[in-house]
């Protein structure tokens, strides 16, 4: 039986910065979610960091928050189920993506005359 014929919901692939936060709030570590479902997620925490087995998810963008169980570990990723529902608020920060607007670059050594 492979690891996704245990899932009781389906993943989906993401990029997201997200905090670990415990100690009623007062410890935070920086991870990034890898995958995310609507029963847990899997997440990246730098090498060496030692997660503990019970905190909250945050992923700020989103306004998204989560109390976490670690179910597994390998190496830097953490896989983690959601002890309740995640809530989702507003964002405490925004995501702003621009656009690079350039002049067309030519591939042509000289001009053309």
């Excluded at 389906?10 to 890898?34: E, M, P």
């Excluded at 169980?69 to 993506?97: C, H, I, L, S, Y």
């Amino acid at each position: 039986m492979t690891d996704a014929d245990k899932r009781v919901a389906a993943r989906k692939r993401v990029l997201k910065g997200a905090r670990i936060v415990y100690n009623d709030r007062s410890s935070t570590l920086s991870c990034t979610v890898r995958d995310l479902s609507d029963t847990g997620a899997r997440l990246r925490v730098p090498q060496g960091q030692a997660v503990p087995s019970q905190f909250d998810l945050l992923i700020d963008v989103d306004g998204f928050e989560a109390p976490c169980t670690v179910v597994w570990r390998r190496g830097e990723e953490v896989g983690v189920t959601f002890d309740a529902p995640p809530t989702v608020n507003a964002a405490k920060r925004a995501q702003v993506v621009t656009a690079i607007d350039r002049a067309p670059v030519s591939i042509r050594r000289k001009p053309i005359q």
